[in-house]
């Protein structure tokens, strides 16, 4: 068992759709939680990222944690085509090595 | 301002041959990694670094070997490479100092590398 798990999708929704991306993981002691984006043939950049449990909100994009549960997710509001990409979350545990565990990526496609 | 920077973005290599990637980051990080995406596999770490003169294995090391001679560049070699080593390769780096900022890496634009 990996200890990120992501359905890879593909996902295809219409413009401005709401969206939920999400990830579970088996490692209890992860503190640090990641969302990141992918264009095509392009590296990773961060989107969100969370201390701990709760939300986060940045404009259309709400991240939220539930370690009880293990599992985080990441919505998009009134989603436009300019959000298709990969999402990758990512995860890791405190101390100062900064390894990061990632899902295997969500494919996101919003049609016009 | 260019932040991580990968060369090169292509290569084909044959079945034994070796060759060495390069990521340059003009950030002045401590920490580098090196990572491979593969199709429904996510981004894996093959080495990384945290600090000059230091390596590490990752989660994927076998048949690389990395090099950290310099505080801003971080080379990634295959001294012999096989078709399982077909993938794109991702460099990225990360700051030490302040709570929020440890934790984001910065990545490169990717090599893709076919090995037939």
């Known amino acids: 068992q990996k200890e990120v798990e992501q359905d890879p999708g593909p996902l295809s929704v219409p413009e401005g759709a709401i969206v939920s991306l999400n990830c579970t993981y088996s490692n209890s002691a992860f503190q640090y939680f990641m969302w990141y984006r992918q264009y095509s043939r392009k590296g990773p950049e961060l989107l969100m990222y969370?201390?701990?449990?709760g939300n986060k909100e940045d404009g259309r994009f709400t991240a939220q944690v539930d370690k009880s549960s293990k599992y985080i997710s990441l919505f998009i509001r009134d989603s436009q085509p300019s959000d298709s990409a990969t999402y990758l979350c990512a995860m890791q545990v405190s101390g100062n090595t900064g390894k990061l565990i990632f899902g295997q990526g969500t494919t996101l496609q919003v049609k016009p | 301002n260019a932040g991580v920077t990968q060369t090169p973005k292509f290569r084909v290599l044959k079945t034994g041959q070796s060759m060495t990637l390069l990521c340059a980051q003009d950030m002045n990080h401590e920490y580098m990694y090196w990572y491979r995406q593969d199709p429904g596999m996510g981004l894996r770490l093959i080495h990384y670094?945290?600090?000059?003169?230091?390596?590490a294995k990752g989660e994927v090391p076998d048949g690389y070997n990395v090099s950290r001679l310099k505080k801003q560049n971080f080379l990634l070699g295959l001294e012999s490479a096989a078709p399982s080593q077909t993938s794109v390769y991702f460099c990225a780096s990360r700051p030490q100092q302040g709570e929020l900022a440890k934790n984001i890496q910065y990545f490169g634009a990717g090599t893709r590398l076919s090995v037939l």
């Open positions: 969370t201390y701990s449990s």
């Open positions: 670094s945290v600090g000059e003169g230091t390596t």
